[in-house]
């Protein structure tokens, strides 16, 4: 059994928000007006990215006005895209407090 010490070393291993800042730089996104589309290679921190976002979207039954928790949001990126696509409310939990305090990136009225 893995122990929750464990799982917290992997998902906080080096400096998440330079990290992130470092991507978005890359990406060109640093002083731009950013829609969540533009954050799609950055904040998509699973596998398969937003592909696999999209796949779970169109087998979801999500309606608008839902509320959704999203159990281990990391970034957050599937919450804002689902979010944006159904206009349904997301929270998300995380078991790492670095995850969630990066969370101040843009998101739509329903996050």
């Known amino acids: 059994m893995t ?26 996104l640093i002083d ?13 921190y699973h596998a398969r990215g937003i592909a696999a976002t999209f796949d779970l979207g169109k087998r979801m ?21 689902y979010a944006k696509k159904f206009e349904c409310f997301i929270t998300g939990i995380d078991i790492t407090p670095v995850s969630y305090t990066h969370l101040t990136l843009p998101t739509t009225p329903y996050v």
Not at 3 to 17: C, I, P
Not at 32 to 44: S, V, Y
């Open 32 to 44: 731009k007006k950013l829609e969540i589309e533009d954050l799609f290679p950055i904040d998509q």
């Open 61 to 81: 039954p999500i309606s608008k006005g839902n509320k959704i928790l999203d159990i281990g949001c990391g970034l957050g990126g599937p919450a804002r895209y």
């Open 3 to 28: 122990k929750s010490n464990d799982l917290k070393q992997f998902w906080t291993r080096g400096n998440l928000h330079l990290r992130v800042r470092e991507a978005m730089i890359e990406a060109n």
